[in-house]
């Protein structure tokens, strides 16, 4: 059974860093393509793409945050990462991992999520 178990979110003021955790289980991470996504309240509740960690180590970005987040995987922990740097108000929102054999939107399988609130 495929689960995730996000952590790490929190509150800080604009230019302050985060580092998101996405520990799994059921599955091995470098297996599955990984995720993150992000979901602000009242955005037609839509859920953007962050950050893409795929089977061969390659990694597709957000391009607002190009040069401020880097997502990484620990295989020894199958844990996700996702380090936030340099966060602006605009990164507020609720952090989704997400995972699946493919990269395919549909057949993610999400963790519960964490919050991120970033104040000016």
């Known amino acids: 059974q495929v689960q995730l178990v996000e952590s790490g979110g929190g509150s800080v003021q604009a230019g302050g860093s985060l580092r998101l955790s996405c520990a799994a289980s059921?599955?091995?991470?470098?297996?599955?393509?990984m995720a993150w996504f992000r979901q602000v309240p009242g955005d037609k509740n839509e859920r953007v793409g962050v950050a893409v960690f795929d089977t061969d180590a390659s990694t597709v970005y957000l391009d607002s945050v190009k040069g401020r987040f880097t997502v990484s995987e620990d295989n020894a922990k199958n844990t996700l990462f996702l380090q936030m740097n340099n966060l602006k108000v605009d990164d507020t929102g609720t952090y989704f991992c997400?995972?699946?054999?493919?990269?395919?939107?549909?057949?993610?399988?999400w963790g519960q999520g964490t919050q991120v609130t970033v104040s000016s």
């Open positions: 997400a995972a699946a054999p493919r990269c395919i939107y549909s057949d993610y399988t």
């Open positions: 059921g599955f091995t991470v470098s297996s599955y393509c």
